[in-house]
């Protein structure tokens, strides 16, 4: 289908997100890819991420990129060739992208149960205090924190970061839609601002790195 959603975040960054309809054929009718990432999507055994592979390739075409514009570092994060931030996320029947002139990370996810069996892995003591005699409250907000998290490591992008332990999401509320983090790794202290909005059955967070104190 065409494009899903823009979200105009601000005069600088933008995020598209694109519903997967297309069949495989489609896509790759409509997406060339560069060499590189031509051997990628060779070695892709799942149909459903070499569609999702490719419609974030048809995001870079709604701004004005191709492929051969976006490359990826040694870590596997992506980056522009005119130096704008980048992140990319997909999830299921959902891709999108962020760009914007600041550091930036992105994450969608579905809100599904699977999370309450994984949630010790990856949110903070702080939040014990979670209402979960609601459940459906209690999924929305760590798929949440999973998003916050995800986003966070997208920007910084470095070996040895725990979600659990090295990333604080201060308390929200599902409808303040935003809120606050930091990151604590190798004696530092990283703050961050997040955002978050529900798309369908979808949870999509976007993260930025505000200046260190």
């Known amino acids: ?29 409509e997406v060339q890819l560069n060499p590189t990432n031509t051997i990628r999507f060779n070695t892709m055994k799942s149909e459903l991420y070499q569609r999702a592979f490719l419609s974030v390739r048809k995001l ?5 990129y191709t492929d051969f514009d976006l490359e990826y570092d040694q870590f596997g994060k992506p980056h522009l060739k005119d130096d704008k931030h980048i992140s990319i996320s997909h999830s299921h029947e959902f891709a999108t992208i962020i760009i914007s002139n600041q550091k930036t990370g992105i994450d969608i996810e579905l809100r599904r ?8 892995k990856f949110h903070h003591s702080e939040f014990d205090s979670l209402d979960q005699t609601n459940q459906q409250d209690y999924i929305q907000k760590l798929t949440v924190i999973w998003g ?30 935003s ?6 790794f190798h004696n530092q202290i990283e703050n961050f601002t997040f955002h978050f909005e529900e798309i369908e059955n979808f949870m999509l967070v976007y993260a930025f790195q505000q200046n260190q104190k």
Not at 113 to 120: C, G, Q, T, V, W
Not at 179 to 184: C, Q, R, T
């Open 113 to 120: 149960e699977k999370i309450l069996k994984i949630a010790d």
């Open 60 to 64: 870079l075409q709604e701004k004005g």
């Open 1 to 29: 289908m065409p494009l899903y959603k823009t979200i105009n975040v601000d005069s600088n960054t933008q995020i598209l997100v694109w519903k997967i309809t297309e069949s495989l054929a489609q896509l790759s009718l």
């Open 148 to 177: 916050i998290k995800e986003s966070i490591f997208k920007i910084r992008n470095e070996t040895g970061i725990s979600f659990k332990n090295h990333i604080l999401v201060k308390p929200f509320q599902i409808n303040d839609k």
């Open 179 to 184: 809120g606050s983090a930091s990151l604590h």
